[in-house]
């Protein structure tokens, strides 16, 4: 920092940083106590030493840190001085650092120093010791350099010790993922022992002639087809199991690739014929590579299999193998199914994934990485790629010989064939129902898995009339053309699942009285009791028992003809009261059952209602309380007494009165259904409380009501911390603003330093010469030459200063304006709150992402919000307004506008208000609206002040759009 004293009357006489200046002194005198000054305003650490360490002048910063006076170390080794009391070793390095910067090298490191609360508390400081060399070359002075790095080193401690804790719990997640994968393979070698003692007496049966009927062969079948898939998906397991244990080895063999893909491709033949595919194998007449065989079989069955799986009836699946290099083969396979969507490319090849489509839900999520695992054990890539005309290719390049060094057993032609397995195919329709048969209950059963579709008809039919369906369309088709008396239904299904088939039969008159059973595979409480609540009559859960699901249908198929016999006969009048007596003796105990559970939910509900945390109240149409619980009179401090006949809209805070009493009667009009808000309300000892309400209308009942439904639930600590941490932004973002500032002045100050000082001297000089009685004009040339080059000098390093900070590193992204600008927002509510500012935000909807450096220009427009804060704090509270105005146009790209209703910027300082160390302002620094400037250049936009924007000042910049 330069400290220019003009020479005035005023200041002929008086003291700045304890320097008295004196009317009587020579020029010299004042030039060398000017020196003092400059020396003394210096920031935080600076010197002068001979080339021996001795101490000469020390600026007033660093002896008020150390709590020293001048005297105390001038004339003295600078490593005994206090700074250096912190240790031996310090002042050892500081003699070492004197004695090699005496040599001529700048010597620069880190340092623990006394120099804070004169001398009582230690700082870090970058310190640094520059040789000063006369005109001969020689080491003249040292000049010794420090700034207090104190919070960057505690900074970098404690990202350290974050370091520490993240490589802890790296390692504990390997730690936690190596007993899962542990898991996984000790179950999965469990379940091969009963899977085994599944498959074998199911397969004896089957080969062994017996009395079996087709449907009991039809059941071993279904036993053992899903037990084979099971025992497939325990091998995936315990294969995947081994190759995170490093532990699966590759049994390499020479085979012709040709034949055994045509062995493989022989077991998809009856499927493809079956469903009319065209399937096509494409490859030489041989080709002779290393691979470890069984697991080749895998690769091309699971890539078959998944073609088979996502092509309809009618389509093409191509199978190529070729030679692409000398040294490398490529196996393809392609479908023209609904191909695999861009987002989802790495995401299949990843454990346990599955593609969502309208084509199949089910399966393991394996069978990709097995593909990809076992293709990298050979060395090898797999990759998936759109196919053209729709569908997918995938292709799997592997190397066409084994490793060097490695064993490869030699197959001929007619090695072992390849291992049989069947591909996944799309469910076929269901066998076609029984005749009707009347007097039986009709039941729709819509299952999309083909053998659990062929088990449910295969237990109900016998008592009922079935019909099937595999998915939500079907059976809505099913149940316009007839409807059931009972609908057993699945959740996951393609095109419309269980789900939405219950939704749209609830919202038909017609058939929302259609009991329905959900059977799922999912075990979810929450889900459970939802669907009981509000869709469904039952729930029943996969693997379940065939005696309890005819016992539950045989239970509601009683209750809904009960209920409908009831219903006729109430209907008609008729006066048969024996026969209805009866019935309704036969279902008395089912009635006390229920009244027994209606008063145990009631207990339950008042148990709730007494106990909660969250205060709920019910009130009339005017909004005054009738009931409250314990919780809400504990919040607003009234007793039960009390509460009652409080209005709602009185005791809310003032200035949202108006709303709640336009809430309150838009719900009881039947305007709005319900609300949800924050809002504070008054409580009896005059504080507030700050609450998330929600209120819902609850229509009348026999002529009692309607009411209001109120849930309130204290967020007055999560405010106050909301606040606070608001607070601490705040703080954050202006000492940010005053390091940055600190630190270009210390660049200034240590770059342009030495060609200022040079061009004092040669202007006095140029004066001397200027005051004889005969000017040496050839001397005063020489010096101002001299002069005019240390002012290019000093200009070269204000321009490197100034380019390098308007051309620093810009970290592109694609940001979206939206969040950062509510970000943003949310964190300067306090500061709009505080100083009564009314914040209009106008945002064009569906915005792109912008590609820019999301902190820079985060910075902008907290300098531009900042700015408009401050410039309206002399406005009347009503009428500060601040508007927001984000738009995309053609040419400019994202355009921000900023307008705040203050007293504007004075046309005579508006060409200076971008300058840097120009402020309107009496504290401000000058460097906001330069730096925002340099910012928004830097992404090739302009910032400017418009002219002629009414009342306050209006900015806008853009930052165009870049691909």
């Known amino acids: 920092m330069l400290i220019v004293v003009p020479l005035t009357p005023q200041n002929l006489n008086t003291s700045i940083k304890g320097v008295q200046l004196l009317p009587h002194d020579t020029g010299e005198v004042r030039r060398q106590k000017f020196a003092r000054i400059i020396l003394d305003a210096m920031y935080q650490f600076l010197g002068l030493l001979d080339v021996n360490g001795t101490v000469l002048e020390i600026n007033r910063s660093a002896l008020e840190g150390a709590g020293i006076a001048l005297e105390d170390v001038v004339g003295k080794p600078f490593w005994e001085a206090r700074w250096w009391a912190v240790s031996d070793e310090a002042r050892a390095q500081v003699r070492s650092m004197v004695e090699h910067a005496a040599q001529g090298h700048f010597i620069r490191r880190d340092m623990e120093v006394f120099g804070d609360l004169h001398g009582e508390k230690s700082i870090f400081v970058d310190f640094s010791l520059t040789p000063i060399r006369d005109d001969q070359g020689q080491v003249a002075f040292l000049l010794p350099e420090g700034r207090n790095i104190s919070e960057k080193v505690a900074i970098q401690a404690e990202l350290t010790r974050k370091n520490g804790e993240l490589q802890q719990a790296l390692e504990r997640l390997r730690e936690i993922d190596g007993f899962k994968t542990k898991f996984f393979a000790n179950v999965s070698h469990e379940l091969r022992t009963p899977l085994t003692l599944i498959l074998g007496p199911v397969e004896q049966l089957l080969k062994e002639p017996s009395q079996l009927g087709e449907r009991e062969r039809a059941r071993l079948v279904t036993v053992q087809r899903n037990a084979r898939s099971l025992l497939q998906q325990v091998n995936d397991l315990l294969d995947l199991a081994r190759i995170d244990a490093d532990k699966m080895p590759l049994a390499y063999a020479h085979v012709n690739l040709t034949s055994l893909l045509q062995e493989i491709a022989a077991a998809f033949a009856a499927s493809a014929e079956e469903r009319s595919i065209v399937f096509q194998i494409d490859s030489p007449s041989e080709l002779l590579v290393d691979v470890d065989r069984a697991k080749f079989v895998r690769i091309v069955a699971n890539l078959l299999s ?191 699942d269980g789900m939405q088939l219950i939704r749209e039969l609830r919202g038909m008159a017609q058939f929302h009285h259609i009991p329905a059973i959900v059977l799922t595979a999912r075990s979810d409480d929450s889900l459970r009791s939802n669907l009981l609540e509000e869709f469904v009559q039952d729930y029943l859960t996969k693997p379940f028992s065939p005696q309890e699901l005819r016992a539950r249908v045989h239970n509601l198929i009683t209750v809904k003809r009960s209920v409908e016999l009831l219903q006729g006969e109430l209907a008609s009048q008729a006066s048969d009261v024996g026969e209805l007596t009866a019935a309704l003796v036969t279902h008395r105990k089912f009635l006390q059952d229920s009244l027994h559970a209606l008063q145990l939910s009631e207990r339950r509900w008042l148990g709730l209602y007494e106990n909660t945390a969250v205060g709920i109240a019910m009130a009339d149409g005017e909004g005054r309380i009738l009931i409250a619980n314990p919780a809400l009179q504990k919040m607003l401090g009234y007793d039960e007494q009390e509460i009652r006949g409080l209005s709602l809209i009185e005791i809310t805070e003032a200035s949202e ?52 439904a109120v849930i309130v639930q204290d967020i007055s600590s999560r405010k106050q911390a909301e606040s606070e941490l608001a607070a601490t932004q705040t703080e954050l973002v202006r000492v940010s603003r005053f390091t940055a500032m600190g630190e270009l002045a210390a660049s200034i100050a240590h770059e342009v330093n030495q060609p200022l000082s040079a061009i004092a001297t040669n202007s006095q000089a140029a004066l001397r010469w200027m005051s004889r009685d005969t000017p040496d004009l050839n001397e ?166 418009e002219p002629e924007s009414g009342t306050g000042a209006c900015f806008r910049f853009n930052i165009p759009l870049m691909p």
């Open 306 to 496: 998944n073609a088979f799986k996502f092509t309809h009836t009618g389509g093409r699946i191509r199978c190529s193998l070729h030679r692409v290099s000398n040294d490398r083969f490529l196996l393809s396979v392609q479908d023209n199914g609904p191909g695999v969507p861009t987002e989802l490319k790495e995401l299949i090849f990843a454990r346990f994934a599955q593609a969502s489509t309208d084509i199949s839900s089910y399966g393991s999520g394996l069978g990709l990485n097995i593909v990809k695992e076992f293709v990298e054990l050979h060395l090898g890539t797999v990759v998936v790629l759109d196919a053209a005309g729709g569908g997918a290719i995938f292709q799997v390049e592997m190397p066409l010989r084994a490793p060097q060094g490695t064993f490869v057993r030699e197959m001929g032609d007619h090695a072992a064939p390849a291992l049989h397995q069947e591909p996944d195919s799309l469910p076929g329709l269901p066998p076609p129902s029984l005749a009707h048969r009347a007097g039986l209950a009709h039941i729709l059963v819509v299952e999309d898995n083909q053998d659990l579709l062929h088990f449910l008809h295969d237990v109900l039919v016998d008592n009922y009339n079935v019909t099937l369906a595999v998915n939500g369309a079907a059976a809505m088709a099913a149940v316009l053309q007839h409807p059931p008396d009972l609908i057993i239904t699945d959740l996951m299904m393609p095109q419309v």
């Open 657 to 708: 009165r108006s709303m709640t009493e336009h809430n309150v009667h838009g719900l009881m009009d039947g305007i709005m259904p319900s609300y949800q808000l924050e809002k504070r309300y008054e409580m009896r000892n005059g504080g507030y409380l700050w609450a998330n309400v929600s209120a819902s209308r609850i229509p009348a009942v026999d002529g009692d009501g309607p009411w209001l």
């Open 780 to 945: 005063v040339a020489a010096a101002l030459n001299r002069v005019y080059r240390d002012a290019n000098l000093a200009g070269d390093v204000i321009a490197r200063i100034r380019n390098f900070l308007s051309r620093g590193g810009i970290k592109h992204e694609r940001i979206a304006v939206q969040h950062i600008l509510y970000d943003l927002l949310r964190m300067l509510h306090n500061l709009f709150q505080e100083s009564g500012v009314q914040v209009t935000v106008l945002v064009s909807p569906a915005l792109p992402n912008l590609n820019a450096d999301k902190v820079q220009l985060q910075q902008v427009l907290l300098n531009l919000l900042i700015n408009a804060v401050e410039a309206m704090r002399e406005q009347a509270p009503g009428q500060r307004l601040l508007s927001i105005t984000v738009t995309e146009q053609a040419t400019q790209g994202m355009v921000f506008t900023v307008c705040d209703s203050g007293t504007g910027i004075a046309p005579e300082m508006q060409p200076k208000i971008f300058d840097a160390l120009f402020s309107t302002k009496n504290d401000g620094l000058g460097m906001g609206l330069a730096i925002s400037r340099s910012i928004v250049e830097n992404h090739g936009g302009w910032l400017r002040l």
